[in-house]
C-alpha cells in the first residue's frame, strides 16, 4: 500500500506560478512512477504530467509543456509539480498518483491522492 497526500493547492492570478507537492508513505516510493492529473466538474481525469521510477524520464500533457515541471525527491518520498504561467484553464483538482510504470492512463496507476484544488483567476 501506498499512501499519497498531495498540498500546495491555492487560489493564484493568471500568469502565476503554484507548486504542488506529494508526500509519499507506505511501500518504496523508488519502485513506483509518478504522475499528476486533473479534473474539472463533468469531466474526465486528464493527464498532467508523470516521472519516472528513477526520475530520468518526464512526460508532459501538450497542454502544460513549457509551463510545467516535474520532479522527484526521492530522499524526501516527494514528488512535485512546478507550475508556471498558469491560466485560467488550468482550474481543476490536481492528484498524485503511483503505478509500476510511466504512463498518461489514468488506469495504469495504482494508488492516488485525495486531490488538491488548484484555481487560477482572470
Known amino acids: 500500500q501506498v499512501q499519497l497526500v498531495e498540498s500546495g493547492g491555492g487560489l493564484v492570478q493568471a500568469g502565476g506560478s503554484l507548486r504542488l507537492s506529494c508526500a509519499a508513505s507506505?511501500?518504496?516510493?523508488?519502485?513506483?512512477?509518478m504522475g499528476w492529473f486533473r479534473q474539472t466538474p463533468g469531466k474526465e481525469r486528464e493527464f498532467v504530467a508523470a516521472i519516472g521510477r528513477s526520475g530520468d524520464s518526464t512526460y508532459y500533457a501538450d497542454s502544460v509543456k513549457g509551463r510545467f515541471a516535474i520532479s522527484r525527491e526521492t530522499a524526501k518520498n516527494t514528488v512535485h509539480l512546478q507550475m508556471n504561467s498558469l491560466k485560467p484553464e488550468d482550474t481543476a483538482v490536481f492528484y498524485c498518483a503511483a503505478g509500476p510504470i510511466i504512463s498518461d492512463w489514468s488506469s495504469r496507476y495504482d494508488y492516488w491522492g485525495q486531490g488538491t484544488q488548484v484555481t487560477v483567476s482572470s
Open positions: 507506505g511501500r518504496t516510493f523508488s519502485s513506483y512512477a
